[in-house]
């Protein structure tokens, strides 16, 4: 196959770990016989400096041309006095909301190997790992409308949270189809016994539930599963579940597995076009001195060959990999423990590499 996937390297640590990335997708290239052709988007700070906004047109549609995006990751402190439209974070906000991307598919897995950094009790740990959340994210609160006003002498704020049928059904599709290809277990997270949103989303994910008989599904209120997931994470698979409680709960699922620079994501729309990154931000602590763990943004890539180019295979090699090298004793700083190897951005990407 042929894929063309639009690269956007971003500022700190960003083009290191894409670099690595792309040597991986290069490897996996060769073992099956694809061609991946890149073609570079500057996105943030980078295409601030050099073309006066975080997201240049040519960038805009160099992504919307292609298969696939890949992003490394955006902004600094060299770009915190930009005005507020003109972040570099800007960019990723203008890019996901122009691509229609109303999906985040977020795995937490947990690596056997990294199990002592995982912060729960080892009995816990012991069970293992590995879900996905899928979260609604064009929708909810976060884009009703929001307001002040000045009410019996005191200020009232107010924010709005709606939902439609379609915009429930199509996340709903998203979770039971990934969970077809898991362990066929959705789990939909909502506040049913308070919310009408929830009320509908649940009413909307049962209906979608009937055109996926061989997935069992469950229902969960948002509470609970705050609790279940500290508890027994080991009983999720897929996690569906609107923009606010999803925000919260795939930031608890990524603390529980361990370290930040390990966690990689995707922002699909309806197509099997999408934006695929690390969770982390551009680290500008350790940018440029071959300190960045480039594995989130690998995994990334894993994701994109999985989602969007239905290379089931290839997406497994590179994940193989990844356990491989780490089964190996090698580590980026920031998952160094006792006995570990430790190995900078590129040699990790060079171990990883040799492994697909
Ligand atoms: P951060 O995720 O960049 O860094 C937090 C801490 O984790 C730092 O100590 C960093 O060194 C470490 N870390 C992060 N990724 C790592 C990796 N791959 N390997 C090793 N260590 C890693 O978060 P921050 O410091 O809050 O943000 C820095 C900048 O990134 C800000 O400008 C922020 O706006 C931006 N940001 C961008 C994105 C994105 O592009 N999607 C996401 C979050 C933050």
Redesign the pocket.
Known sequence: MKKAIAVIR?????PE?VREALGVLDAAAAKFGHTFIYKEAPM?GCAIDEFGVPLPDSSLETCLASDSVL???????K??AQPPANR??RG?LKLRAAMELYTNIRPARMFQELASACPLRADIAANGIDFIVVRELIGGVYFGEHSTAEVDGEKKATDIMAYSEHEIRRVAHVAFQTAQKRRKRVTSVDKANVLDTSRLWRKVVTEVAAEYPDVELLHMYVDNAAMQLVRDPSQFDVIVTENLFGDILSDEASQITG???MIPSSSMGAGTRGLY??????????AGQN???????ILAAAMMLRFSFDMAQEADAIERAVDETLKAGFR???ILQTGGTLVGCREMGTEIRKRI
């Open positions: 971003g500022d700190g640590i960003g770990i943030g992003l490394g990751a955006v902004g600094g402190p770009w915190d570099p974070e990723l370290s930040i620079g990154e690390p969770i982390h931000g551009s680290a500008p602590d350790i300190k960045a763990n480039p594995i989130g943004t980026c700083g920031d």
